[in-house]
């Protein structure tokens, strides 16, 4: 996307949470890190002139979309949210649809063996796991070790064949798994995994976009948007 706006001889602007994993430096200027209360994201917009926003963030980084379509809305500038479309299960699936990751892990049964790549931020949810124990894979090891006895860090960087997600489902005697619905093709191995092994999965349903946002789910659509100022 960002090349097609650079092509156009847009002046694009790149705001990243953190360094995405195994990409390449961004041909346009870049910010990394989250907003803090000193640095808002309605002071740097207006710093950086920004007059149209293509919001291109994580399906579950809820918050950062929010806070950039409410800062559009009130300033009377152009938002867009770039969302690749969910997962959705096949006849040959079987999937619990579940509110949240604490949802979740509330609907595990006593005594499974879970794998789960949630993410770091949700490391709480799994206070009150009542299954065997919990696999929570990380792209990087944490210096400290798991709160809960019930808890073990996996590290791993993606991607992943199905056929590796296989393997470490049956290694570890996998019997049920949680997902965040992020979508997209590179992430759907452990799904592909799951449903060749018959694991369950308990899928964390996407937050909803912003209210009133137009939304649209490939780079085509966000590049045709664009070009209809």
Same mark, same amino acid.
């Given at each position: 996307?960002?090349?097609?706006?650079? @092509?156009?001889?847009?002046? /694009?602007?790149?705001?990243?949470? #953190?360094?995405?994993? &195994?990409? #390449?430096? %961004?041909?346009?200027?870049?910010?990394?890190?989250?907003?803090? !209360?000193?640095? =808002?994201? !309605?002071?740097? +917009?207006?710093?950086?002139?920004?007059?149209?926003?293509?919001?291109?963030?994580?399906?579950?980084?809820?918050?950062?979309?929010?806070?950039?379509?409410?800062?559009?809305?009130?300033?009377?500038?152009?938002?867009?949210?770039?969302?690749?479309?969910?997962?959705?299960?096949?006849?040959?699936?079987?999937?619990?649809?579940?509110?949240?990751?604490?949802?979740?892990? #509330? $609907? /595990? *049964?006593?005594?499974?063996?879970?794998?789960?790549?949630? &993410?770091?931020? @949700?490391?709480?949810?799994?206070? =009150?796991? $009542?299954?065997?124990?919990?696999?929570?894979?990380?792209?990087? %090891?944490?210096?400290?070790?798991?709160?809960? *006895?019930?808890?073990?860090?996996?590290?791993?960087? *993606?991607?992943?064949?199905?056929?590796?997600?296989?393997?470490?489902?049956?290694?570890?005697?996998? =019997?049920?798994?949680?997902?965040?619905?992020? &979508?997209?093709?590179? @992430?759907?191995?452990?799904?592909?995994?799951?449903?060749?092994?018959?694991?369950?999965?308990?899928?964390?349903?996407?937050? *909803?976009?912003?209210?009133?946002?137009?939304?649209?789910?490939?780079?085509?659509?966000?590049?045709?948007?664009? +070009?209809?100022?």
């Amino acid at each position: 996307m960002i090349i097609g706006l650079v @092509s156009r001889g847009r002046n /694009v602007i790149a705001s990243l949470p #953190e360094p995405e994993r &195994g990409m #390449e430096p %961004l041909p346009v200027p870049t910010r990394l890190g989250p907003f803090s !209360e000193r640095e =808002t994201l !309605e002071d740097w +917009a207006q710093a950086q002139n920004v007059v149209t926003v293509l919001d291109a963030s994580h399906p579950f980084d809820d918050h950062i979309s929010n806070q950039a379509s409410q800062y559009c809305r009130r300033n009377g500038l152009r938002y867009l949210r770039v969302l690749r479309s969910s997962w959705r299960p096949t006849s040959q699936d079987q999937w619990t649809a579940c509110a949240t990751t604490r949802a979740a892990v #509330e $609907a /595990v *049964p006593i005594g499974a063996r879970v794998f789960s790549n949630t &993410g770091w931020a @949700s490391l709480p949810d799994y206070a =009150t796991f $009542a299954g065997q124990i919990v696999y929570l894979r990380q792209t990087r %090891l944490p210096s400290a070790p798991p709160p809960w *006895p019930h808890v073990r860090f996996l590290e791993g960087k *993606p991607p992943f064949s199905q056929r590796e997600e296989q393997q470490l489902f049956e290694s570890l005697r996998i =019997t049920r798994l949680i997902s965040r619905n992020v &979508g997209g093709i590179a @992430s759907m191995s452990k799904l592909l995994a799951a449903r060749q092994l018959g694991i369950r999965v308990l899928m964390v349903e996407r937050p *909803p976009a912003p209210p009133g946002s137009r939304v649209v789910e490939s780079v085509a659509e966000a590049l045709a948007w664009e +070009a209809d100022a």
